[in-house]
């Protein structure tokens, strides 16, 4: 038996504030969107290396506020690609602590997104 990365599902409510936040801002690319029916919510599977997201309208799958903890190799390179974007939203900054560099960005709809490289 071999068990494979999870999948987080982050909830949200808008797939226009999403793609500006996770595509536009954050560099995922979107891998595929499903619908039940054109008025039915969105369903989608954002991707940046290894790194896979899905992301859901629907209100049985996940709840606002979760934070997920993501491993980076160079963290003052992330925080530069994201300071030249220009997000309004959005000005992360690198803050130390006992056990790595974290890097913290909160998503339109409560979720975190804490990019963390060891010390």
Known sequence: ??????IPILR???IDK???FY???LGFSKEWEHRFDPTAPVYM???RGELVLHLSEH??????GAALLIPVDDISALHAELTARNYP???PDIRDEEWGR?????DPFGNKLRFWQRN
Do not use: W
């Open 45 to 47: 599977q954002v991707q």
């Open 12 to 14: 949200i409510f808008s």
């Open 23 to 25: 595509v536009d801002f």
């Open 89 to 91: 939203y959005a000005r």
């Open 59 to 64: 209100h049985g799958d996940a709840t606002p």
């Open 102 to 106: 974290i890097l913290e960005v909160g």
């Open 1 to 6: 038996m071999h068990l494979c990365n999870a």
């Open 18 to 20: 999403a793609h500006e």
